[in-house]
């Protein structure tokens, strides 16, 4: 005889989400729990939804302000399935309240290599950048713990989430998104976001595009609205075989400048090694119409056309 939806896992998850949509964060957290046990006490269970029920009771710590027992959550959470977004942000949320600013850091700055699209830890990243400034002085970097490097695997799972299951997520990210994109930086968060991009350009001279990236990152969370920032991201991606990022950055600078010649002729390299041939050329038409006498733009193009041939 199957058991009622209530004794299953789904179905206690099932109450705890509502629960937690009515404002019920202590019974939420009560259903969790019962789900935990009941799928711990199965043997093999599976560890996604292990990690989400961890995640999901963490979240309601972090609303009812236990942030210690929020972060253990996420831990475990992420121990079940490394990467994860959402314990990520939780477990920063609270780092950041316990005033523990490297750790809440180290976190948002993962979540920015899974996606640099995240609204609140783009958001995050900024505060605690400012905090971080402010009690450790100008040598901050420095004194930071390491952070993981997100493999490829964890990039793609993203993905996928976001482009299948969860459209309406993807939807109310991208609008969070153009939030961020729209507000106007304070002239010191310009200042600051020229000398971080600075010492980008210094480090790409020395061959160091890693940390330029890293740089850059961090300027463009002061001030999105250089275009050049962008361009020079993206000749960092090229340099790593990192050709869809440079895509995506050539087309942020873009959207800023129309006319940026850099911009057009890196996007097209990167089409290229892409093996995407016709929007390879369409950029290198673009660029020919502001500088029709560009050499290397003249040379792309005929590389690109042999390809075609």
Known sequence: ???????????????????????????????????????????????????VLYSNR????????????????CTSALA???????PLLR?????????????????????????NSVASALEGINRITRALMDSLGPDWRLKLPSIPVVPVSAQKRWNSLSSG????????????????????????????????????????????HKKAIEKYNESLLFSN?????????????????????????????????GKNVKAFYRRAQAYKALKDYKSSLADISSLLQIEPKNGPAQRLQQEVNQNLN
């Open 225 to 257: 609205l250089e275009s050049a920032t962008y361009s020079n991201r993206a000749l960092c991606h090229l340099v790593l075989k990192q050709y869809k990022e440079a895509v995506k950055d050539c087309t942020e600078a873009l959207q800023l400048d």
């Open 58 to 73: 963490a979240a309601c710590h972090l609303k009812d302000g236990n942030c210690t027992d929020c972060i253990k959550d």
């Open 165 to 208: 299951n969860h459209k309406e997520t993807a939807k109310s990210k991208s609008k969070e998104t153009t939030n961020t994109k729209s507000r106007v930086p304070s002239a010191g968060d310009v200042e600051r976001a020229r000398v971080l991009k600075e010492e980008g350009n210094e480090l790409v001279k020395k061959g160091h």
């Open 80 to 86: 079940l399935v490394p990467f994860s977004i959402k």
């Open 1 to 51: 005889m199957a058991p009622k939806l209530s004794d299953s896992v789904e179905g206690l998850r099932a109450a705890g989400n509502q629960s937690f949509r009515n404002g019920q964060y202590a019974e939420a957290a009560a259903l969790y729990e019962r789900a935990l046990r009941l799928l711990q006490a199965r043997g093999a269970g599976d560890p996604g939804e292990e990690s």
């Open 91 to 115: 477990r920063a949320s609270a780092y950041e309240a316990l005033e523990k600013y490297p750790l809440a850091y180290v976190d948002y700055k993962t979540v920015l290599q899974i996606d």
